[in-house]
């Protein structure tokens, strides 16, 4: 698990969506998607 991913994941628990994640973080939607990816299955 890396910093970023995790900092993503946070950012979308807070904000409620992806979109405002990737908004507040200033990424591309894909790539927040793609930082959730990295962490791995449930």
Known sequence: ???????????IMKYGNF??????LNYAQST???HI???GPI
């Open 19 to 24: 979109q405002r994640a990737a908004e507040e």
């Open 32 to 34: 927040v998607t793609t």
């Open 1 to 11: 698990m890396d910093l970023k991913s995790t900092k993503t994941f946070k950012t």
């Open 37 to 39: 990816k990295n962490l």
